[in-house]
């Protein structure tokens, strides 16, 4: 009984008035850690470039947000290579009409047509994620995924390009959560 008495002392004393941060919002991978090397399988090339050979499969990597900010109705999601394009960049994926009520994307499932969300132009005029494959000879590139949470209803129009999904947003977006994959071409 003493032992209880003094815990609730204690929590009364020391607990009281002590605020919590929220969790930050977050992405999260299943298959690698921020910062990790990508396997090959979610390495892929566009069969239409001159030199398509690639070892990967062209398989999205499984991903998974938590803690949106409050207000989020729909979310965009884009991925960069800024190692790309000889430093220029290059986009390889643009999704966007996300439901909040969407909180992951399953291994494989951007690699399809969009089912439930909107894919927007990447690099290569494709709706669907378009995995690396820097040049032969690069180092490491950085692929950055960012999920955006926004207030804005999942009605935007299709095919919009990241400039165009970027303009769309301005002033909509509440908040990012990225991740880091890197990968080059063995």
């Known amino acids: 009984m003493k032992s209880l008495i003094v815990s609730t002392i204690f929590a009364a004393v020391f607990g009281a008035g002590v605020a919590r941060a929220a969790e930050p919002f977050a992405l999260t991978s299943s298959a690698y850690k921020d910062g990790d090397v990508w396997p090959s399988k979610f390495a892929g090339a566009d069969p239409s470039r ?3 050979s690639c070892p990967g499969e062209n398989v999205s990597p499984p991903l998974a947000w938590s803690n949106p900010p409050a207000g989020t109705k729909s979310y965009a999601l884009l991925m960069q290579d800024p190692d ?10 643009v999704a966007y009409n ?10 494989g499932e951007a690699s399809k047509p969009p ?3 909107t894919g927007g132009k990447n690099a290569i005029g494709k709706t669907a994620y378009f995995g ?7 180092s490491l590139h950085h692929y950055v995924i960012t999920v955006i949470a926004t207030d804005v209803e999942p009605t935007l129009k299709p095919d919009m390009t990241r400039d165009e999904l970027v303009a769309a947003l301005k002033g909509h977006a509440l908040a990012p959560a990225s991740i880091v994959g890197r990968y080059t071409r063995p």
């Open 84 to 93: 790309g394009g000889n430093g220029l960049g290059v986009f390889h994926w």
């Open 50 to 52: 001159t030199n398509p």
């Open 132 to 138: 690396p494959c820097g040049p032969s000879g690069h």
């Open 115 to 117: 089912n439930g969300w």
């Open 98 to 107: 996300i439901p909040a009520s969407k909180t992951s994307f399953a291994e």
